[in-house]
């Protein structure tokens, strides 16, 4: 039997509590809940308790007082400070602000507006400083300054030229290293001390990934992912006396690395992480190999994750997920090999009436091998389902084995979910993804039309009841798939996705602008590809268009200008073409606030709902 319907708010609201900190000693716990403040509508706020042990005691202390936006992130600065990022009406103009835990007094470090910050090193052998990258003065590139967290004081570290999109710091936080770009070519440049001048050591063509990650524990070497005369992201080391050659570490036949990890305290490479179908990882220490098998022990049945250290790295905040659920939080002692622990995310959705998350694979037109995952509703026969089809964003992204709340909300109401990671989705090597250059709205999406022909051809999705949504580049495949094949959607919903490639392009951040040739490269330039650019523009095209359409966006949107959603709506509503707008004014790229997203699921459920006419649930 199918099970109940769940509430929109159980599937998207705010955990009651979660986001676990460790301070630095060990002695107290800094968490997010939502907090109304003033009557005010509940934001995530910083809270700390004291631990004895790795158990909480005594009353939860709140230390922000965000009324307007859920606070970004946040973390320990040693075991006296919280630092944290927030932004205004999405418009992700972060600033950085510190809070001290005792006294409670709020400092804004980047008090500049119409600037971006963040954090490029927390400086964890300096208790006083960190380093804080941001683009005042110039938006269209970022300098790092050394920032004293207490009294606010900036100092420049180092000054960007205008080329450089990217800063690595050795072990002792010196800026050392750097990515720079022209538009099309990518430099590697580095310097032995802060007092010299970078020089470049590795220059490849944009298509070529170099990226350094971290110095060795002697700071003379860097470790780096790079794909140099291979397919794959593999993680190397380069001696920058000697940068053309590269010592092989760790790599993964017909899958990019996409992250690696360090232990400061023990100066050692622990480990790699990667995604086939779920998440993997390589180890190279006995020790962070023997953690992972003993919390596996401990958690049969679900992935690890670990997400906050003390200093001594004896106790880490651990999460245990799986694919029907956000899952729990832990305090692992990783010298008593205990677990205590802390919440359950969302307790409101009992796992076993969650959908399984199944990886699938089909061959496109033109004979690539496209992977991505299918989720069927529970206690339902998987023949002749309504089904939705979810292109995710980025594009240069991918979708990925796990809790997906808007996957599991559709699951629940009766819809098969399909996400595909079509030609240009990462992880899948060079030539995967440089086959999206230039094919937005062409065989990026035939892949995705492909998909829902195997969906059909599999028995599954009824084809007279299949809708597609996504937001971002998802929007815009939204767009493109009731463009270029019509008859195929019975309903569309675009959330925050591009209409225009023109304008598109025209209006991106100041701070995407270094990059601009390469965007041109990678997806037209409106001069030289004009014509097939308004030909896959579906604000250009609208008149091709007959499928229902829904659209979500957010007014302050830096990514994806609001304008891309106003020239859609006009353009069919002036045909008469049936088109459901949400705009909403506190919001930028995608709802955060709460309210917005449980307005959203809702409207969109209803429209869902109206036009594939999923069969009724019991309640």
Not at 122 to 132: A, E, M, R
């Amino acid at each position: 039997m199918p099970p109940k319907h769940y509430a929109i708010e159980d599937f998207f609201r705010n955990p009651a509590r979660g986001y676990f900190r460790l301070a630095d000693n060990g002695t107290m716990l800094g968490f997010m809940e939502p907090a109304s403040i003033g009557g005010e509508p509940a934001r995530m706020n910083v809270f700390v308790q004291p631990l004895e042990g790795s158990k909480p005691v005594g009353q939860p202390r709140r230390l922000t007082e965000e009324t307007e936006r859920d606070i970004a992130q946040y973390f320990w600065k040693g075991s006296d400070v919280i630092i944290y990022e927030k932004d205004f009406n999405g418009d992700e103009n972060f600033h950085v602000l510190v809070v001290d835990v005792h006294s409670g007094q709020i400092t804004d470090l980047t008090p500049f507006p119409g600037v971006r910050a963040s954090i490029q090193d927390d400086l964890i052998d300096d208790p006083g400083h960190v380093l804080i990258s941001h683009n005042k003065r110039n938006p269209e590139v970022f300098d790092v300054y050394r920032v004293n967290v207490h009294s606010g004081e900036l100092t420049l570290v180092a000054e960007n030229p205008g080329n450089i999109v990217a800063w690595q710091t050795d072990h002792m936080g010196r800026v050392r290293a750097a990515l720079a770009s022209d538009g099309l070519d990518t430099a590697v440049l580095y310097r032995d001390t802060e007092s010299e001048p970078f020089r470049e050591i590795i220059k490849a063509d944009f298509r070529t990934s170099i990226y350094p990650e971290f110095f060795t524990p002697d700071n003379r070497e860097l470790y780096v992912f790079s794909n140099r005369g291979r397919d794959n992201i593999a993680l190397v080391v380069i001696d920058p006396a000697r940068p053309d050659e590269e010592r092989l570490v760790f790599e993964v036949q017909g899958y990019d690395l996409d992250g690696a990890g360090y232990s400061h305290q023990r100066q050692v490479l622990t480990m790699v992480s990667y995604q086939t179908d779920k998440p993997q990882y390589h180890f190279f220490d006995e020790l962070t190999a023997q953690r992972f098998a003993r919390l596996r022990e401990k958690l049969p049945g679900y992935e690890i994750a670990l997400q906050s250290e003390t200093r001594d790295e004896n106790k880490y905040i651990v999460a245990a997920y799986n694919d029907r659920s956000p899952g729990s939080r832990y305090i692992y002692d990783t010298e008593l090999n205990t677990l205590d622990k802390l919440a359950d995310i969302n307790p409101a959705l009992p796992e076993h009436d969650m959908a399984s998350m199944q990886p699938i694979a089909f061959e496109s037109r033109d004979g690539l091998t496209i992977h991505g995952y299918l989720t069927l509703p529970v206690g339902r026969e998987a023949r002749k389902l309504p089904c939705i089809v979810n292109p995710h964003g980025g594009p240069w992204d991918r979708d990925r084995w796990g809790f997906n709340p808007e996957v599991q909300f559709m699951a629940n109401r009766g819809y098969a979910v399909l996400q595909i990671n079509f030609r240009g989705s990462t992880g899948y090597g060079r030539k995967f993804w440089e086959a999206s250059f230039g094919q937005w709205g062409l065989t990026m999406q035939d892949d995705i039309t492909d998909g829902v022909q195997w969906l059909i051809g599999q028995g599954i999705a009824d084809p007279a009841r299949i809708a597609i949504y996504g937001g971002s580049y998802g929007g815009y495949a939204t767009l493109a798939g009731i463009v270029s094949t019509p008859d195929l959607y019975a309903a569309a919903v675009d959330y925050v996705g591009v209409s225009n490639l023109l304008t598109f392009l025209n209006t991106i951040p100041p701070y995407w602008k270094p990059l601009l040739t390469k965007m041109h490269a990678m997806v037209g330039d409106p001069e030289k590809d004009r014509q097939r650019l308004e030909a896959t523009s579906p604000a250009l095209n609208a008149d091709k268009i007959r499928t229902p359409l829904f659209i979500a966006q957010g007014a302050h949107d830096p990514r994806v200008n609001k304008n891309e959603s106003d020239q859609m709506v006009d353009a069919l509503r002036a045909r008469s073409v049936e088109v459901e707008y949400m705009v909403k004014d506190n919001e930028g790229h995608g709802f955060h606030n709460d309210e917005n997203k449980f307005e959203f699921y809702a409207r969109m459920e209803a429209f869902l709902a109206q036009h594939l006419k999923p069969a009724s649930v019991q309640d």
